[in-house]
């Protein structure tokens, strides 16, 4: 072998092993790493090389429990950022810095004025109408809502399920807000049969809104006055008309003679005799023809 080609071999291998000793002290540091990416492992391509120390900086400046804050940089060559955030209603996880590593506290309560951990960070929790958070407020039926989970804007929501209705609305509908109680346009409560013959026979629903046709089972309303119901259909119809012997309206009564019945069910005395209605007299009377009595 050449000296040349002697020479050549000893500058690669040298090469190789400052290149494997560099990869190893950046992945062994205990200050940072070089970062590998689109740029390369040693950034060059990206404008400077690509070695990134461990770094930590956090946005509410330390243990601030009273602000949401994150905590950010790089850990041994990767970088994060993680937030502060409530475990439950009073308790937070806090981060911080110490130096250039990130630390927590993870078992801190929120206290004193800021009792409340509302998307992390104790506060006081009040709505706009001074009710603590998670309370019902004394305008019924409003509930203060806050949810340590979540960083949704505090504020007041129907809730009657739990806060309960006002007199004036006592019904908790299932959207949580209270209205009247129920009844249809004329003034039926719901869940009854009509109360006035111009809606009779028609049943007022849990909703205030009329069911027709209604007379028959299962609810059986009544029929206004004149009318009598067709249990097939459910529908009124007007009642043949009788007097109050059963005699049908427009005929001379068996019962009452020679009375008639006229066409509003009243029964009409002495109708016997061809100027009036010639009804018939009972058995041994006759006719006074003048009179329309039967002697």
Not at 281 to 289: G, I, L, R, Y
């Amino acid at each position: 072998m050449s000296i040349m080609k002697q020479k050549i071999l000893y500058a690669i291998t040298v090469i190789v092993i400052l290149a494997v000793v560099l990869v190893g002290f950046a992945y062994f540091s205990p200050v940072g790493k070089w970062i590998c990416g689109p740029c390369g492992c040693f950034g060059d391509e990206c404008g400077g090389g690509g070695y990134v120390p461990n770094s930590c900086s956090d946005s509410d400046g330390g243990l601030v429990y009273t602000t949401k804050g994150a905590v950010s940089g790089y850990s041994s060559g990767y970088y994060y950022n993680i937030a502060d955030f409530c475990r439950s209603d009073s308790g937070i996880t806090e981060y911080y810095c110490q130096g250039t590593k990130y630390k927590s506290v993870t078992a801190a309560n929120c206290s004193g004025s800021t009792p409340n951990c509302v998307c992390g960070a104790c506060i006081d929790c009040k709505c706009s109408d001074g009710t603590r958070c998670k309370t019902c407020s004394t305008n019924k039926p409003k509930y203060c809502d806050a949810s340590y989970s979540s960083c949704n804007p505090i504020s007041l929501i129907d809730k009657c399920s739990i806060c309960g209705c006002p007199s004036a609305t006592p019904i908790c509908n299932a959207d949580g807000t209270c209205s009247a109680a129920c009844r249809c346009s004329d003034g039926t409560p719901c869940n009854s049969c009509a109360i006035t013959d111009a809606n009779k026979p028609k049943w007022c629903d849990s909703t205030g809104n009329w069911v027709l046709s209604q007379c028959s089972a299962p609810h059986n309303c009544p029929c206004p006055a004149g009318q009598a119901c067709n249990a097939v259909t459910g529908v009124c119809v007007s009642a043949p008309c009788h007097c109050s012997d059963g005699t049908l309206c427009g005929s001379c009564s068996s019962v009452n003679k020679p009375s008639w019945c006229d066409a509003s069910g009243n029964l009409i005395a002495n109708q016997c005799g061809p100027t009036r209605h010639n009804c018939v007299c009972s058995v041994n009377q006759t006719c006074n023809a003048a009179t329309g009595a039967c002697v």
